[in-house]
């Protein structure tokens, strides 16, 4: 839950006059914490997971189910024990989380990067498990669900202890304050989100239109079950409903479908960058220069001359300029705003400035059909059709926009419905910062995929829900934009105190998909290229505060690093501590940084190493966290996730792959992993050649062929080149040449950014969760067969290979469709109570029986071949949570050996009458 601090939270008024400083000082912190440590290299792989848990009460007599507020009594004791106890080469760490109900648990020591670590992963999550059951009441469980089904439907009555609805923190209609853990970080947290946003946060997911579904009667003309057919999904836009909440109330939500060809919300803003057409309409001139920052002049020699594209979008703080994709500026008109310079262009449209698209200052995310201006005489008639063609976009739009589907929604206003969700995460540590970087990159697309095949979230506040996926919940529930943050109007007059005034346009919640990559990598022209982001596929707006960019630069970091930080500074500190403002010591401590950092809550998280303030704190490196995976109900599924990611990142590093896609179709498909049953029925964009292409390659069709290929969708041969199972020993290039000098790196991993030798507009396609998988034609060969080359390449020992098979075959038969996810197994199980009555509403009854029946599948008492096949979970005691001494010291009383040998001779009188029986058949 991020920088947890013992300390008096200042009041938001109070810590107001405080924000500009954290910011500040944010910034410094980093910037001394990088130079001390951004040489650091050989690291080896470290990584851990972390799994949430909620507890609950039941009531057997009434069929009821409610939170438990004893999570901090049971965390102490946990930890109380696990110190008693740490002599076992297996522990178990304890920390508080967002409810009273609710507690996190991660390995007391990491895995290291050795294959029989992989072994460890579930074996540590089943001690957890066993451990946090010995700390239960005979009335309490603790199964590892997503969410608590009936949070917010229960008035009074939804804990033990009950706690009135509403109070001054969250001023909820639905949750009590109560419920939030005593530590007084997250009621700060929950009551300045609420404060800077100048309102309640406000929740809108679609409800799920069963046959009965009351909402729906007044809604005619709506089929159950789908509004957008069958090659479609529902796609439920979190975090840009403001217009439908103000046309249509708390109750309703818009909805689209995934079969557009582009992605809006519903207001109807783009989601990727402005194009604009250069056109500098003065005698002589034939373009301009690059700025490194508005005003401040770069002469590059492949200034964009007239007739060339450029990608960026206006700076709202400094009007009549933009800032490109490649992190230079342009201004759009002459200082006497007499001569046009830029001019707003459809996005079809493209120039064949090859040298551009190798710098990343173009995305083409289409072929282009108005042609290539650079080669026009008339430019003013290419102008007047490119100007054309945006307006026809424009209306196509709109035209779009019709097709929207007003849906009922389930309504939430506090930061308890999504905090109080429960996932699984994991954190990598890199070998240097470089791969940290490329990873946090990699790990980026994936996001969406893993959390679609791990969904598990389709009931809140009592109602089925019509998405299946907690993300958008809690990127709602932490919302503090401000209206014109929104891109609404009205909201409070500009203040200087927060960032940007609360007038800076934030495209997504603090709690969302990435906004851009970090890897800078390298290209042969190093010396054109230093004061660039590299990465062409950063296609959609990232705000930043152009003051601490230009810090950032001017230290010496490079620009995508900056452009990272100065997107993240862009949000306003949540909770400052009194007595720890000024006093901290910007060269030695990062607690501001981490203050921003920590409640940046994306889909990776980038983390620098933290200061070591004593000599026997353990050194910790470069890390990435994976954030967007859903729990699961067992061990088995949440260590198989886990270990799939964890040798997903060493395929793409051994074997010098890269996944990028377009930022706006990862965010596409964060929208569409949230829908019903996506990991089935869902399409999804995917980097079709995972390899670079061989010059002369375009990536489409028959002119490209795949490495992969020779392989004809079975597992690659690939050369074992090492021997021995250190998973982070392994940097397989394919040639010698390959390698440059640049610290042992592959030229392939320093030009992915840029994706040299093919056409970027064919490097992705959709494709279904199978295909991603398993793969697709000749030329993609799917994941799951990568892993299996991996293991094999590194001539994985029997024991894990045994087992990664079972992790890998189970999760092909997920992403097949042949098993289910969780989220639909719920949603089955709901439907089919004898109870439910085709209304969307979940009872008491419904949820107690479900949540009994989730503890048991966990603890292994109850079979459940519709999530796991034939895998049999081995039940799970909490007499087994504690090794078991061999005790020596005397026995004083003879009764109590005499009853344990009676037990012994009961034992053996069975055995001799079973045998008997046996003898005589």
Not at 17 to 40: C, E, H, M, P, W
Not at 186 to 201: C, D, Y
Not at 485 to 499: I, L
């Amino acid at each position: 839950m991020g920088l947890l601090k013992v300390g008096v939270p200042q009041p938001w008024e109070k810590s107001k006059k405080n924000l500009n400083y954290v910011r500040k000082a944010g910034v410094r912190q980093f910037i001394s914490t990088y130079n001390r440590v951004k040489d650091l290299k050989g690291d080896e792989l470290l990584w851990g997971d972390e799994i949430e848990y909620g507890i609950f009460v039941l009531d057997h007599q009434n069929k009821k189910v409610r939170l438990s507020l004893r999570a901090k009594e049971i965390m102490d004791n946990l930890n109380e024990n696990e110190a008693s106890h740490s002599y076992e080469s297996e522990g178990c760490n304890w920390v508080p989380e967002y409810g009273a109900w609710m507690v996190e648990a991660t390995p007391r020591r990491p895995y290291n990067g050795y294959s029989v670590d992989l072994l460890r992963v579930e074996r540590n999550m089943r001690l957890r498990r066993k451990r946090i059951l010995t700390e239960l009441n005979d009335n309490e469980i603790a199964p590892t669900v997503a969410v608590f089904p009936m949070l917010g439907a229960l008035g009074d009555d939804g804990s033990v202890p009950p706690v009135p609805v509403g109070g001054p923190v969250t001023e909820s209609e639905y949750i009590g304050d109560g419920i939030i853990n005593p530590h007084p970080r997250f009621a700060a947290l929950s009551a300045n989100i609420r404060k800077r946003r100048g309102e309640k946060v406000n929740i809108r997911i679609p409800l799920f239109h069963d046959v009965n579904t009351p909402e729906y009667a007044d809604l005619p003309g709506l089929p159950p079950s789908t509004c957008c057919g069958e090659e479609s999904i529902l796609l439920w836009r979190f975090g840009k409903g403001d217009l439908s909440r103000e046309k249509y109330g708390n109750g309703f939500v818009i909805v689209g479908c995934s079969n557009s060809s582009r992605e809006f919300n519903d207001f109807g803003d783009p989601v990727t960058l402005q194009k604009w057409l250069v056109n500098v309409e003065c005698e002589g001139c034939k373009g301009l220069f690059y700025r490194s920052a508005p005003g401040v002049i770069v002469p590059d020699a492949d200034w964009p001359r007239n007739g060339d594209v450029v990608v960026g979008s206006e700076i709202p703080d400094v009007p009549g300029w933009i800032r490109l994709q490649n992190g230079y500026y342009l201004p759009m008109k002459s200082d006497d705003g007499e001569v046009k310079f830029l001019h707003k262009v459809s996005s079809e449209t493209h120039t064949n400035n090859q040298q551009k698209k190798a710098l990343g200052s173009e995305t083409p995310m289409y072929r282009g059909s108005v042609g290539n201006f650079s080669n026009v005489p008339d430019l003013k008639n290419a102008l007047e059709t490119a100007v054309s063609s945006l307006s026809n976009e424009h209306q196509a739009f709109n035209d779009e926009a019709k097709m929207f589907n007003l849906r009922p929604a389930i309504h939430m206003d506090a930061m308890a419905f999504g905090m109080g969700c429960c996932c699984l995460q994991i954190t990598f540590q890199a070998t240097d910062v470089d791969e940290s970087r490329f990873l946090y990159d990699q790990l980026a697309v994936l996001a969406p995929i893993m959390m679609a095949l791990t969904a598990s979230t389709p009931v809140m506040k009592g109602r089925l829900a019509d998405t299946d996926c907690r993300w958008g919940i809690i990127s709602e529930c932490v919302d503090d934009r401000r209206p014109a943050e929104r891109g609404r109007k009205g909201g409070p007059e500009p203040d200087p105190e927060v960032a940007g005034k609360g007038y800076r346009r934030l495209y997504k919640s603090r709690y969302d998909s990435i906004s851009t990559y970090i890897y800078q990598g390298a290209s042969s022209e190093d010396g054109q290229m230093n004061n660039r982001i590299l990465n062409m596929y950063n296609d959609i707006p990232v705000p930043i505060d152009e003051e601490k960019y230009r810090q950032l630069r001017e230290a010496g970091i490079d620009p995508l690093l900056s452009q990272h930080i100065a997107h993240i500074f862009v949000r306003d500190p949540l909770v400052v501590f009194d007595g720890a403002v000024e006093e901290v010591d910007d060269e030695t401590q990062t607690e501001h940084f981490e203050s921003i950092q920590s409640t940046n809550w994306q889909s990776v998280r980038w983390k620098p190493p933290p200061p070591r303030t004593g000599p026997n704190d353990p050194h910790i490196g470069w890390r990435t966290e994976f954030r967007s995976m859903e729990i699961q109900l067992t061990d088995f599924e949440n260590a198989a996730f886990t270990t799939f990611i964890t040798l997903i990142t060493r395929v793409i590093l051994t074997f010098d792959l890269n996944l990028y896609i377009p930022l706006s179709r990862v965010d596409a498909n964060m929208q569409r992993a949230h829908g019903r049953n996506a990991a089935v029925n869902g399409k999804f964009f995917f980097r079709r050649h995972m390899a670079p292409l061989e010059k002369g390659d375009d990536g489409f069709n028959e002119q490209y062929t795949s490495m992969f290929s020779t392989v004809n969708g079975k597992k690659s041969t690939l050369p074992t080149v090492f021997s021995g199972d250190d998973l982070s020993a392994f940097n397989l290039t394919s040639t010698d040449s390959d390698v440059s000098s640049w610290e042992g790196v592959s030229e392939k991993r320093r030009v992915a950014p840029n994706a040299s030798g093919g056409a970027e507009e064919n490097s992705y396609e959709e494709m279904t969760m199978s295909e991603i998988m398993t793969g697709k034609g000749d030329y993609f060969p799917g994941l799951i067969p990568l892993v299996y080359a991996y293991l094999d390449h590194i001539q994985c020992d029997s024991v894990t290979m045994d087992r990664m098979t079972k992790y890998l075959d189970f999760i092909e038969k997920r992403a097949t469709g042949q098993l289910q996810t969780p989220a639909t197994w719920v949603r089955n199980f709901i439907r089919n109570h004898e109870e439910y009555k085709f209304d969307s509403i979940v009872t008491d009854s419904i949820a107690y029986d479900l949540m009994i029946a989730c503890k048991e599948i966990g603890e292994g008492k109850r079979g459940a071949p519709e999530l796991l096949g034939d895998v049999v979970i081995k039940p799970i005691l909490a007499s087994d949570a504690y090794e078991k001494k061999l005790d020596s010291t005397r026995v004083v009383s003879n009764d109590h050996i005499r009853s344990l040998l009676q037990r012994y001779a009961a034992r053996k009188t069975k055995f001799d009458e079973t045998s008997a029986v046996e003898f005589q058949i």
